[in-house]
């Protein structure tokens, strides 16, 4: 089993930028696969950004692609989300994931295959 607790959140001004990171427990946090997910208010919970167990190989929705860059640190156990020009509509919870899988070359971006979740961190972008 395997523990994730998000931290970086805040409040930021349009076109700032942001950090999140995602840390892991666990010895063993290069057998998942990792996503990042965020919900705003009253929408649904959506894929942001995924990554597979090396780092290697990386998704972005097309919200963000361009703007933000998912990264992983096998030997720290954490995964990364540096967000660039946030927009308002960044403003969410963001949420970090990982799916335990054999699969070493692929990303998941399906919720419902995601085996741990963390706690949420806020992220709030004023205009």
């Known amino acids: 089993q395997v523990q994730l607790v998000e931290s970086g959140g805040g409040l930021v001004q349009a076109g700032g930028s942001l950090r999140l990171s995602c840390s892991a427990s666990?010895?063993?946090?290069?057998?998942?696969?990792m996503g990042w997910f965020r919900q705003a208010p009253g929408k649904e919970r959506e894929s942001v950004a995924a990554?597979?167990?090396?780092?290697?190989?990386?998704y972005y929705a097309d919200s963000v692609k361009g703007r933000f860059t998912i990264s992983r640190d096998n030997a720290k156990n954490t995964m990364y989300l540096q967000m660039r020009r946030l927009k308002p509509k960044d403003t969410a919870v963001y949420y970090c994931?990982?799916?335990?899988?054999?699969?070493?070359?692929?990303?998941?971006?399906?919720?419902?295959?995601?085996?741990?979740w963390g706690q949420g961190t806020q992220v709030t972008v004023s205009s």
């Open positions: 666990g010895r063993t946090f290069s057998s998942y696969a």
């Open positions: 990554i597979n167990r090396s780092g290697g190989n990386t």
């Open positions: 994931a990982a799916r335990r899988t054999l699969d070493s070359k692929n990303y998941f971006t399906a919720q419902n295959v995601f085996d741990y």
